[in-house]
T-cell receptor, first 114, second 114 residues
C-alpha cells in the first residue's frame, strides 16, 4: 500500500538555523513521483518540487535542498538559514501509477522564531 | 497570488442553505480537483474532473455536488450541510490527471456551517 510518513509533527527553530524535514514513503511501484508542498497560514498549498523515482540527484533551489534516497525510501527537505517567512506546514506527497490520487503525509508544522 | 482562483474566500451558511463554491484556472489544465481539509490534517481528495468529465468521486455525500461547466471552471454546490462539513475547501488543477504533473492549488474557501 502507498503511504507517506512525516514523523515530525511540529518543529521550532530560531531564525538562521538550518532545519531538515523528514519524509519516508512506501510504494510497490518502481515508477512514482514525490512532491513537497508548503502551506502558509493563508491556506493555499504552494508546489515546491517534483521528483521522479528514476532521478536520484539531489536538488538545490536557493535556501531549499532536497535529498532523495531510494535505498531508504526517503525524500528529505532542508531549509538553510531559515527565515520567519518559512513558517508553514510542509507536506510531502507521493503519486504513483497504481493509485489515481496523490497520497499526502500528515504534514510538519514548522515554526521559525525571530 | 495563485493561478487558481477560488471564491468566496470565506463562507458561513446554515444547514438548510444552498450555496456554491467556485474555482477558475486559465493555465489550460485539463484536470481539476476538489479537496477538503480539516484543521491540522492533510487535504483529502473529494472529486477529480478530467477533460470536464467526473473521473473520481471519493464516496462523497450527495450534499456535495460538483459541476464542471467548461475546462476553466469548477463548481461545488452545497446543500443541507452538517456542522462537521466545516473545513477549508481547496481547488486544484493540473496539466492532466495521468501525467503525474504537480497540482496547483487555490487559496481555498473557509466554510463554516452553523
Amino acid at each position: 500500500a502507498q503511504k507517506v510518513t512525516q514523523a515530525q509533527t511540529e518543529i521550532s527553530v530560531v531564525e538562521k538555523e538550518d532545519v531538515t524535514l523528514d519524509c519516508v514513503y512506501e510504494t510497490r511501484d518502481t515508477t512514482y513521483y514525490l512532491f513537497w508542498y508548503k502551506q502558509p497560514p493563508s491556506g493555499e498549498l504552494v508546489f515546491l518540487i517534483r521528483r521522479n523515482s528514476f532521478d536520484e540527484q539531489n536538488e538545490i533551489s536557493g535556501r531549499y535542498s532536497w535529498n532523495f534516497q531510494k535505498s531508504t525510501s526517503s525524500f528529505n527537505f532542508t531549509i538553510t538559514a531559515s527565515q520567519v517567512v518559512d513558517s508553514a506546514v510542509y507536506f510531502c506527497a507521493l503519486d504513483d501509477y497504481r493509485d489515481d490520487k496523490i497520497i499526502f503525509g500528515k504534514g510538519t508544522r514548522l515554526h521559525i522564531l525571530p | 497570488d495563485t493561478e487558481v482562483t477560488q471564491t468566496p474566500k470565506h463562507l458561513v451558511m446554515g444547514m438548510t442553505n444552498k450555496k456554491s463554491l467556485k474555482c477558475e484556472q486559465h493555465m489550460g489544465h485539463r484536470a481539476m480537483y476538489w479537496y477538503k481539509q480539516k484543521a491540522k490534517k492533510p487535504p483529502e481528495l473529494m472529486f477529480v474532473y478530467s477533460y470536464e468529465k467526473l473521473s473520481i468521486n471519493e464516496s462523497v455525500p450527495s450534499r456535495f455536488s460538483p459541476e464542471c461547466p467548461n475546462s476553466s471552471l469548477l463548481n461545488l454546490h452545497l446543500h443541507a450541510l452538517q456542522p462537521e462539513d466545516s473545513a477549508l475547501y481547496l481547488c486544484a488543477s493540473s496539466q492532466d490527471h495521468d501525467s503525474n504533473q504537480p497540482q496547483h492549488f487555490g487559496d481555498g474557501t473557509r466554510l463554516s456551517i452553523l
